[in-house]
Structure formats: C-alpha cells, structure tokens
C-alpha cells in the first residue's frame, strides 16, 4: 500500500491475521488503534469492525481462518 492509503471499514466473517512485513500500518478498532510496524502481527476475532490505514510505504500479509 502506498504511504496515506486506506481500506475502509469492513469485517471478516472468520479470524483474520495481519502480519507486516514492511513499512507501518494502523488498524482502526472498534476500541483503539492498533499500530502494527514490518514484523507487527495482530490477530482479529471473526467479526470485528477494522479499518487498515498505511502509515508509510507498506506491505502486509492477510491470513484468513476458516472453520471445519
């Protein structure tokens, strides 16, 4: 993602992890802001309301769950 890029809100239907593998990026939660710089790994419950925002010039991995 370029520096200032955003994905607007959504949700994931399964558990979802982002894991940055450079630059910096910001998930907006419903509680808090959770910034994440290349090495940062969050994992997010099924479910919750999430916004991505790059800080800087960023790459990350989406990793999503899934049930049996």
């Known amino acids: 993602m370029k520096a200032g890029a955003r994905i607007a809100e959504h949700r994931a239907n399964d558990t979802a992890s982002v894991h940055t593998l450079s630059g910096q990026v910001r998930l907006q939660l419903p509680d ?24 800087t010039e960023s790459a990350f991995l989406l990793t999503l769950g899934w049930q049996a």
């Open 32 to 55: 808090k802001a959770a910034d994440l710089p290349a090495g940062g790994l969050l994992v997010l419950e099924r479910g919750l309301r999430h916004d991505v925002e790059a800080i």
